[in-house]
């Protein structure tokens, strides 16, 4: 009887090395398509498609050599490509005068990539190409977005980035009162400040250009209440912008309500706060969606949106005591008044859902709260914090505008309570 198992397991190695080829390929292709595209007719091109391409190919090629040969292999191609790349980088700048290193770095991390394909690390890789690919074709938006940064807001960056990476490797990983981990609740702020700084970043970049809607919108995601207040000041000097105004406040408290969702899913990933939460929350969006198809926005404005950093340390600072002190306070509220003091904390909406909504569903992960009540608590924190707006208005905005907000968040709180009530009793027998 004839033994075929060398035969194979050699077929099974071509076609894993064939797979990985087409791989590197297309990765090389989609950088290299990238660096053709967005070069100008004038400029002179030194690596392209079929550079990238190589460059990729190259590293696979090496690194599956130095799996199966000697690992001496690869440490010649990496000094050899790192030559190319400063070659490269010599003939652009001095030669051809044409500033910048991008590429020739971006040549070299092409190489990299091969290596991650060689070595089974397939997801790596093609993350890697693609944000490689997104930042090579971000050139200008990314220049545009740091040139109109401020200084004080680069230096709350930094700082923030510092303290964190210093004080989370430090931070103990164990309860303290049985109810908060430190490090877990500086994992939560970072998460959440970045998911806001996002949103502070894309604020920044279309400013008002697109009208108080978009500004709202994106506002809601950083801070629905400043965001609110901001909108209702620029109303107030200029009160043709009240209709404008009036749809972007309704955007900001819908995109706190989603905003809310996705701090319920960071804080409990099994997504059962979240599917809680989820049938109140929708109600309320689609009737404020609904609410804004009726109204009719105005032009671009030309003002601008004042909002903190997410990265600023006073920021984080609030979030993460607010989220101590809450969780703290929810858990001895349920153990003296049971559920209805669990709901009590829901008043600190008129501070922060946000903060309402993340302690809610760690108390529920942790087990000292139930995932119903959890729920309930984060809802209801959105709809004080709805609530809360009106006030806003009254004291910063003109009072056409605090007319029309009080009346259709009045509505707004009225349906979402009713609505958490029978989604109460639905979920209460249902579990």
């Not at 190695?13 to 590197?24: N, T, V």
Request: with cysteine; net charge positive.
């Amino acid at each position: 009887m004839l033994d075929l198992t060398p035969q194979f397991y050699s077929n099974n190695a071509d076609i894993e090395f064939f797979q990985k080829l087409a791989l590197a390929t297309f990765i090389g292709i989609l950088i290299g398509i990238e660096r053709e595209h967005r070069r100008p007719e004038e400029v002179e091109l030194i690596a392209g498609v079929r550079t990238f391409t190589l460059s990729c190919i190259a590293g696979m090629i090496s690194s599956y050599l130095a799996t199966i040969a000697n690992s001496g292999v690869l440490l010649v191609s990496l000094g050899f490509f790192a030559a190319i790349c400063a070659i490269y980088a010599y003939i652009k700048n001095a030669i051809l005068k044409q500033p910048g290193i991008t590429g020739p770095i971006a040549l070299y991390c092409t190489f990299l990539l091969g290596i991650l394909i060689s070595y089974n690390h397939y997801l790596i890789a093609i993350v890697g190409a693609v944000v490689l690919t997104l930042l090579l074709a971000e050139k200008r938006p990314l220049h545009s977005f740091a040139a109109s940064l401020a200084d004080n807001e680069i230096i709350s960056a930094v700082r923030f980035l510092a303290v964190v990476f210093i004080l989370f490797p430090q931070a103990p990983n164990e309860l303290f009162l049985g109810i908060i981990n430190p490090r877990w609740i500086l994992l939560i702020v970072i998460t959440v400040a970045t998911i806001s700084f996002i949103s502070f970043v894309m604020l920044r970049r279309v400013g008002t250009h697109y009208g108080l809607s978009l500004s709202g919108m994106l506002g809601g995601l950083v801070n629905s209440e400043a965001t609110t207040g901001a909108i209702a000041a620029i109303v107030k000097r200029r009160n043709e912008l009240t209709t404008s105004g009036y749809v972007g406040i309704l955007l900001s408290n819908a995109s706190m309500l989603m905003r809310n969702l996705l701090i319920a899913f960071i804080v409990d990933p099994s997504g059962k706060v979240l599917m809680l939460m989820l049938p109140p929350q929708l109600l309320i969006t689609a009737v404020s969606v609904g609410t804004i198809l009726r109204a009719k926005d105005s032009e671009p404005v030309n003002e601008t949106i004042k909002l903190e950093s997410p990265f600023a340390l006073s920021s984080a600072i609030k979030f993460a005591l607010g989220f101590a002190v809450l969780s703290v306070f929810s858990t001895f509220a349920n153990r003296w008044a049971g559920v209805a003091g669990v709901y009590a904390t829901a008043l600190g909406g008129f501070i922060s859902s946000a903060v309402v909504t993340a302690s809610a569903a760690a108390l529920a992960v942790s087990g000292h709260v139930s995932y119903n009540t959890a729920a309930m608590t984060a809802v209801l924190a959105g709809i004080v914090s709805t609530g809360n707006k009106i006030i806003i208005i009254k004291l910063a905005g003109s009072q056409e505008l605090a007319e029309m907000v009080k009346k259709t968040f009045t509505g707004f709180i009225i349906l979402g309570t009713v609505g958490l009530m029978i989604w109460g009793v639905i979920i209460t027998y249902a579990y």
